[in-house]
């Protein structure tokens, strides 16, 4: 029984750099960043949960549209989902605003504001900051409906957060000859 134990331990040992722990972004970080002389428009950031973009289109525009279309209540719809976990880059930041803009796929304005919370160490940059989930927003010259899950932070990997200056000088130290 005792083995069995061990080896389960063991196999769970082994898999455990197989997940990646995510970190909110947030004021602190963004700081941490900007006094290391670290661009954050080379940092890869992903978004924590899943986004879906809807919105009302015509028939005829059913064959020009990206994204899936559903057929409700006598309209179609378009709707664009962004699953937890998708990386993003910044595409510019606006500091009077609080807000970073991303994107996650190219193309001309199809960027997503995402919005600093009101208790700047607490909590990071959200799409919808306080409890709304539900919000109308511009993407790709169209209004969309935004359904987010709870909380949809930006994030980074936690590896990521790692930051050295490049003025830096790290000593290797001295060993017993």
């Known amino acids: 029984m005792k083995n069995k134990n061990i080896i389960y331990f063991l196999f ?39 986004i879906q973009l809807k919105r009302v289109i015509k028939k005829d525009e059913i064959s020009t549209v990206s994204g899936t279309v559903n057929f409700r209540n006598g309209k179609y719809y378009q709707v664009i989902v962004i699953l937890n976990e998708t990386p993003c880059v910044v595409d510019k930041v606006d500091d009077e605003k609080n807000t970073i803009y991303v994107r996650f796929e190219e193309g001309e304005n199809k960027i997503l504001p995402f919005k600093l919370e009101e208790n700047i160490y607490k909590f990071g940059y959200n799409i919808f900051p306080g409890d709304d989930y539900i919000g109308k927003i511009f993407y790709d010259n169209n209004e969309y409906l935004v359904e987010v899950g709870k909380d949809s932070y930006l994030v980074i990997k936690a590896e990521d957060k790692v930051v050295e200056r490049k003025d830096t000088i790290i000593l290797k130290g001295k060993k017993v000859k």
């Open 12 to 50: 769970i040992l082994l898999l455990f750099p197989l997940f990646s722990c995510f970190l909110t972004f947030n004021y602190s970080i963004k700081q941490q960043f900007k006094e290391a002389d670290i661009d954050i428009s080379k940092v890869q950031f992903y978004n924590r949960y899943k």
